[in-house]
């Protein structure tokens, strides 16, 4: 979800249900609210699945030819249960993330059980970033960072996996440029 300032912006009703109540300061206005891309929850879960996948087909094998008390539906049940339960985790965690950037802070908030939040005002953010590793151009999708002063050698906060990475950092360097006057 997007919008720019004025007539483009992003409506109370959308920053409510998405993000923390009381998390606007004064007359700030919500620019850009996003989450990551939906790909983000096959990204992320990419390696368990292949892994549990293979473990399930050799443990099957294994059951099949074995006196092991067990057989291979036994075993295709659990390797479903566990992919299902990762991609359950995933969309737990793709829930959780939101990317807000306002007219006065960049604001990122992630975490299912241990919830962290980073704040920046835009005028301290010294450094911005765009990764786009191979496996996210696949996915059109890309990661931004954002430094201030205090980071030492490593992004301050990012976001991950976002749909139009360029179009979106572009939209945050105006916005921090803006500030500075």
Known sequence: MTGDSGAHAVTPEIITGIAPENILQGDEEVILLIKPSLFYIFYTSFVFVLVALMMGVAA??????????????TVAFATVLAVVGRLIWALLVWTSHIYMLTNQRIVTIKGVINV??????LRKVQKTDVYRPIAQRIFLTGTLGFSTAAAAGSADSTWVMIARPMETHRRIVEEIQRTRG
């Open 116 to 121: 962290h939040m980073f704040q920046t005002q």
């Open 60 to 73: 099957a094998q294994v059951t099949r030819y074995g006196n092991l008390g067990i057989g291979p539906p």
